[in-house]
Nanobody, 125 residues
Framework: QVQLVQSGGGVVQAGGSLRLSCAAS????????LGWFRQAPGKVRELVAS????????YHKDSVQGRFTISRDNAKNTGYLQMNSLKPEDTAIYYC??????????????????WGQGTQVTVSS
């Protein structure tokens, strides 16, 4: 499976923006669906956004719709999560994930084959 290395994240004031990157190495990245998850303290991990291998279909969680955008550049073997108009409730550790089956990312992430190392996003009010 691909190996994923995340970058980006940090501390930002409410209303600010951040971009997370997820660089893949190993097998062809274009064969993998991409997802971004987050986990806040004391809460379960949740899917924030996902994208099919070609990028032709995307999903964004309702609470981030219009603020976050998932994208990918298969030529650069990299996925992205652009986060705008950040809110304190967006504070969490964010993880990228990749799997050859989109349904695994969207439906049952317990079986996702590749995870990034996680990156902290903190939004101050």
């Amino acid at each position: 499976q691909v190996q994923l290395v995340q970058s980006g994240g940090g501390v930002v004031q409410a209303g600010g923006s951040l971009r997370l990157s997820c660089a893949a190495s190993g097998p062809t990245f274009s064969g993998y669906a991409l997802g971004w998850f987050r986990q806040a303290p004391g809460k379960v991990r949740e899917l924030v956004a996902s994208m099919t291998q070609s990028g032709g279909s995307t999903y964004h969680k309702d609470s981030v719709q219009g603020r976050f955008t998932i994208s990918r550049d298969n030529a650069k073997n990299t996925g992205y999560l652009q986060m705008n108009s950040l809110k304190p409730e967006d504070t969490a550790i964010y993880y990228c994930a990749a799997d050859t089956r989109y349904g695994t990312i969207f439906g049952d992430p317990r079986f996702v084959s590749s995870w990034g190392q996680g990156t902290q996003v903190t939004v101050s009010s």
